[in-house]
């Protein structure tokens, strides 16, 4: 007999089967550990957490458990860029170069900072071959990028930025405001909001991080031929440099500013932040961008099959938008993105409505994850 699972923190009544679905989830083995949380008007109706903090299953996932969400880390960087862009200072139809004269090389002098936002830019892979312990040296990489010529035209279509995007944007706020993007989200988005969430992990809370345990890695090929693409793209971005789940366990990846790809929260801090934007902006009299801002930033920039993702993306500026393809919620002003592994931040503006699911054992599937389609279904049931 299966022993019964132990759901910790919070379910208000209305959103029970949402409850039902996140043990279910636990009872059909897809879950080791994990967190889902979920804010209507900036007030959390759901705080859970449940299973173990690693693969042994020795340590109980705690209520401050937190864990590598990979480009769930993405939402975070895009916010601080739009915050930018908020306050006047990051003009989205100005040239990068207006703000980072280097990168005014290699054909992209005009290239307008909306494109880095979108995906759309051309850069989302090196053309030299990188070791890992490159993605740990900023300047080393804001080099290498601004050098390099776009692998596209342009504007024209998006392929996915998986860990570029994150020094690309990065880059912009460090030269508008003189702080790192991790410093920046500190001072200006976690700390105000009380948000345990982090772009580059001190050393002290090292020993509060979940264990992540790796999916087996899908074949692009074999996911190429069903959808009768052209992986090249996705293997030349996604294999240089080769990441592993591994690596998620060392200081030095959980050191550096990797503002794409190594955040770490959990459901609570992800839905803390994410509130503000499904709220206009603000909430707790904390403001960190105008309800304007927000409605520009879910503005469709592209939309077709992504050359690294292989799928159908519809892209705002910087979060994909809901779709036909992506049907992630009912409503039209919904947005999202998730990261490698599964976790995933949500939010529906119409519905005043975030929602972020955090998790240990990663799923390899590149076309969605049983655990939220279930989550998410009955959330918006219960509503």
């Known amino acids: 007999m299966k022993k019964s699972i132990e759901i910790n923190g919070f379910c208000d009544e209305q959103f029970e089967r949402v409850k039902n679905a996140f043990i279910r989830n636990f009872k059909s083995g897809l879950e080791v550990g994990a967190s889902f949380a979920a804010s209507i008007n900036g007030k959390f109706v759901i705080d859970m957490w449940a299973g173990h903090a690693d693969a042994a299953q020795t340590r109980p996932w705690e209520r401050d458990t937190i864990v590598n969400v990979y480009s769930t880390t993405k939402v975070m960087t895009v916010l601080c860029a739009l915050m930018l862009v908020d306050r006047g200072l990051l003009d989205l139809d100005a040239p990068v170069a207006k703000y980072w004269p280097e990168f005014a090389q290699a054909g992209k002098e005009k290239l307008p900072v909306r494109y880095l936002f979108s995906h759309t830019g051309g850069l989302p892979g090196f053309d030299e071959k990188i070791p890992v312990e490159a993605l740990y040296d900023w300047d080393r990489i804001i080099k290498l990028l601004a050098a390099q010529k776009p692998w596209w035209k342009p504007g024209t279509k998006s392929g996915y930025h998986a860990i570029t995007h994150g020094y690309l944007l990065g880059e912009l706020i460090r030269r508008i405001t003189g702080k790192t993007v991790g410093t920046f989200f500190r001072e200006e988005v976690a700390n105000p909001l009380n948000a345990d969430f982090h772009i580059g992990l001190s050393e002290d809370l090292d020993s509060r991080v979940g264990e992540l345990i790796p999916p087996e890695m899908p074949d692009l090929e074999k996911v190429a031929e069903q959808f009768n693409f052209d992986v090249t793209m996705a293997i030349k971005t996604l294999s240089n440099p080769p990441l592993t789940a591994e690596l998620s366990k060392t200081r030095g990846w959980r050191g550096a500013e990797i503002p794409a790809a190594n955040g770490h ?7 803390r932040i994410t509130s503000a934007l499904a709220c206009g902006g603000e909430v707790d009299n904390v403001r960190l961008l105008s309800l304007e801002t927000i409605e520009k930033s879910i503005e469709e920039q592209s939309y077709g099959p992504d050359l690294v993702l292989i799928l159908p993306i519809r892209f705002g500026l910087g979060w994909g938008l809901t779709s036909k393809d992506m049907p992630i919620g009912p409503n039209p002003r919904t947005f999202y993105w998730g990261g490698w592994g599964g976790s995933l ?5 119409d519905a005043k409505l975030s929602f ?14 049983i655990r939220t389609v279930r989550l998410v279904r009955a959330l918006y049931k219960a509503l």
């Open 265 to 271: 929260g959990n459901a609570r801090s992800v839905v």
């Open 356 to 369: 972020s699911y955090v998790m240990n054992k990663m799923n390899s599937n590149l076309t969605g994850d």
């Open 345 to 349: 931040a949500v939010v529906d503006l």
